[in-house]
């Protein structure tokens, strides 16, 4: 039996960070195409005024969800959704929207030693949702905000193949590790979707091992709750459109997408 035509999937992103949600939500959600979309027209985030960002943000979501009626919008950037995830909903209240947050609920679960840092944006950090999280699941635990001017930046980089300068990272991620009553940070909560590209030079330089939360996989899984799987599908193959604000990302930008079964 051949599956009735799905609605796609739309996957948001500043940039390229939202390809770690994507890969994960295809794992889960084999029966659907989606639609990669990146705001490379106003990366980096974090430079950008509130309101200025939240209107960019509704403005391209009024056009999106004209151009393309997707079943459900993931937003792959703790930036974007907590400051923009309730004015989306707000303005758009037939559309269902899966936001990104800092995964500090988890994070509070997981640590033994009670010492918990978030790295994250400087948007990210300053954000009043991202204290709320911290005051109603993690009270308990001595947490650290670390907001990272550049990391979004070197990672975009980096996932293109560019060179890494270790001190460069070492100087991001260095205020993450606290020592406290003979504790050490054990959980660091990778409040940002690009991050995870990194993790990897995260463990090769961290000054001892500690648990690098990637929160991919769980947006992936609560995507899925809300799109049920039909009794009768076919995986899709094929390549699914990925579309660029600017509408000139470069070759390496292209070549990276076609590794992840995408097409400008």
């Known amino acids: 039996m051949t599956t009735p035509e799905l609605k796609p999937i739309l996957v948001f992103d500043s940039g390229i960070g939202g390809l770690t949600v994507l890969r994960e939500a295809r794992v889960l959600m084999p029966e659907r195409h989606f639609i990669y979309v990146a705001d490379d027209a106003g990366f980096p985030y974090g430079g950008w005024e509130e309101e200025a960002l939240k209107e960019r943000i509704i403005s391209l979501f009024a056009r999106l969800l004209a151009d393309h009626d997707p079943e459900i919008c993931v937003i792959a950037c703790n930036t974007a959704f907590t400051l923009a995830g309730a004015d989306l909903r707000a303005a758009f209240p037939d559309m269902r929207f899966v936001g990104t947050v800092p995964a500090i609920k988890p994070a509070a679960e997981r640590t033994r030693s009670g010492l918990v840092s978030v790295l994250a944006t400087p948007g990210t950090v300053k954000r009043a949702y991202t204290r709320d999280l911290i005051q109603s699941f993690a009270s308990q635990c001595h947490v650290r905000l670390v ?93 699914d459109p990925a579309i660029f604000t600017s509408g000139k990302p470069d070759f390496t930008t292209r070549r990276l997408l076609q590794g992840f079964g995408l097409t400008v």
Request: proline residues 9%; charged residues 25%; contains cysteine.
């Open 147 to 239: 907001g990272s001017e550049n990391l979004a930046r070197m990672a975009e980089a980096y996932i293109r193949g560019g060179p890494i300068d270790d001190a460069a990272v070492l100087s991001e991620i260095e205020q993450c590790f606290v020592e406290k009553d003979g504790k050490k940070t054990d959980i660091v909560v990778l409040a940002c979707t690009h991050y995870p590209f990194m993790a990897n030079v995260f463990r090769r330089l961290a000054p001892w091992p500690v648990d690098w939360l990637d929160p991919a996989e769980a947006i992936a899984r609560r995507a899925r709750s809300l799109v049920p799987l039909p009794d009768d599908f076919e995986p899709l193959n094929g390549v």
